[in-house]
């Protein structure tokens, strides 16, 4: 697996926001897929939101409407805006990114960043 970083985590009040950041050595714009998880404690992963190259972003039903999922070529950062943080988005947030060449497919994965919302 490749390296990507991210940051951006924290510890908010419920109704805050937070952005996270994820980069790495590629280029943000060349992958494919990028993606969005969280695993919650005692939780399994699961997906927030996904932007595919030409396609229209998507989200977890629990996120729509107030997580945004976006890249900045120029930065070369993926973000995840969060807005009307709640108790039950506490999680490890990771970034995730698919590279495809004529070859073959390269995964990669971010350490995660800790994201805890207090009521």
């Known amino acids: 697996q490749e390296q990507l970083v991210e940051s951006g985590g924290g510890v908010v009040q419920a109704g805050d926001s937070l952005r996270l950041s994820c980069t790495g050595s590629?280029?943000?714009?060349?992958?494919?897929?990028m993606r969005w998880y969280r695993r919650a404690p005692g939780k399994q992963r699961e997906l927030v939101a996904q932007?595919?190259?030409?396609?229209?972003?998507k989200y977890k039903d629990a996120v729509k409407g107030r997580f945004t999922i976006s890249r900045d070529s120029a930065k070369n950062t993926l973000y995840l805006q969060m807005n009307r943080l709640n108790p039950e988005d506490t999680a490890v947030y990771s970034c995730?990114?698919?590279?495809?060449?004529?070859?073959?497919?390269?995964?990669?994965w971010g350490q995660g960043t800790q994201v805890t919302v207090s009521s």
């Open positions: 932007s595919i190259s030409g396609d229209i972003p």
């Open positions: 995730y990114g698919r590279l495809e060449t004529i070859d073959r497919g390269v995964d990669y």
């Open positions: 590629v280029k943000i714009s060349s992958f494919d897929v």
